[in-house]
């Protein structure tokens, strides 16, 4: 059994060679968001079950954190993006599976050249550093901002969500990794749309093509995976198991929607997310898809409220460029999917609530008005 070690140091070059000694002294670590408030700091410790804090300005001893296995390398908040975060732990066996799996499906000409823009407290962000610690990438380390002329400057390869990937011009990159939220319609030759989550140690399905060593089935309609990078358990609990097709209960219920055809992972989304109206199953991120091609639409986001009627009816919240475009969003969500799922009600809203990866915050959309 060993202490958790929490990082709270800047993201750079000395959280590399933080994170390398980590892995060199066999020293299981977690990683804060620096921008936490000091209640949501205390919380998150607490969850995490952190013993020490590591700080540029030294350490911080916490006597009520809890030990972890020695097998056990990583701790990771999951996004919460479903409800109240969970606490994975991943092996360093599954850390350095992910990563050996990933350089292998992105390799060219040579080892990956990685520019880390997205933050280290989700699994997303912290496997690009552990490509090169775990595996036989390299990092260009520079501000997130730059990350379009970071081509200019050697970079390769660059993971990024949908927010960078519309905002900069990423086409000097060899790949472009796309996770977080459901992709754009349209994304860019060189981008690579990912799925994953925090307990898959990160995204283990590339444009619908699993990686290698990777196994994925739907089982009543919910993705199940079964993997080397798959997490062992969650802190206060044990990893949740089914039994697939070949009657062994070694799979992983993901939550998420979908189904596997010749081979092809679609991902359809939460299925604790999906609107039942008047009888028919819509998925929200579906309809958000048709939307944001809305012109004047800059972001949005489907949700399903209760109704005496309906069960629950289909509300959009639209964030436009001071367009009111509610004919065009209901005719292109009734002509692409069926007038069951044109939403009852278009609400214009300032922002949508995200992650900081990207995924829309489901839980706190009803709020919105």
């Not at 954190?65 to 360093?92: N, Q």
């Not at 992910?98 to 280290?120: F, H, N």
Request: glycine share 12%; aromatic share 6%.
């Amino acid at each position: 059994m060993r202490p958790l070690l929490a990082l709270d140091i800047p993201f750079g070059v000395n959280f590399e060679r933080t994170l390398r000694r980590c892995v060199e002294e066999g020293q299981p670590f977690c990683v804060l968001d620096p921008r936490l408030s000091p209640r949501r700091r205390l919380e998150e410790l607490d969850w995490l079950g952190v013993c020490a804090v590591l700080t540029t300005n030294g350490s911080e001893v916490r006597p009520q954190g809890r030990y972890v296995d020695d097998e056990i390398g990583l701790v990771m908040l999951t996004s919460g993006s479903s409800g109240a975060p969970k606490a994975a732990e991943l092996t360093w066996s599954a850390l350095e599976a992910s990563a050996q799996m990933t350089q292998e499906r992105l390799r060219t000409d040579g080892p990956a050249v990685w520019y880390p823009c997205l933050p280290p407290h989700h699994i997303g962000g912290l496997a690009v550093v552990l490509r090169a610690v775990l595996a036989d990438a390299s990092l260009l380390w520079g501000e997130s901002d730059a990350v379009a002329t970071a081509p200019l400057r050697g970079a390769t390869h660059v993971a990024v969500v949908r927010t960078q990937l519309v905002r900069y011009d990423l086409a000097g990159f060899q790949r472009i990794l796309l996770g977080g939220a459901k992709p754009p319609g349209t994304v860019p030759d060189n981008a690579i749309t990912t799925w994953g989550m925090t307990e898959t140690g990160s995204g283990v399905v590339y444009d619908g093509v699993a990686l290698d060593g990777v196994e994925v089935v739907s089982i009543e309609g919910e993705l199940c995976v079964r993997s080397p990078t798959l997490f062992r358990s969650y802190r206060d609990r044990e990893r949740p198991r089914v039994t697939g097709p070949d009657g062994r209960d070694t799979w992983f219920p993901t939550g998420d929607g979908g189904d596997v055809v010749d081979g092809v992972v679609r991902v359809r989304g939460r299925l604790g997310f999906v609107i039942n109206s008047g009888g028919e199953k819509i998925w929200p991120e579906d309809v958000e898809a048709l939307i944001a091609t809305v012109t004047g639409v800059r972001d949005v986001a489907v949700t399903g409220v209760a109704d005496q009627q309906w069960g629950e009816r289909v509300v959009a919240l639209v964030v436009t460029d001071g367009s009111s475009p509610t004919d065009a969003i209901g005719e292109i969500v009734k002509e692409r999917i069926g007038p069951w799922a044109r939403p009852k009600e278009v609400r214009y809203v300032a922002a949508i609530p995200r992650t900081s990866n990207g995924k829309v915050r489901r839980g706190d959309l009803n709020h919105l008005h």
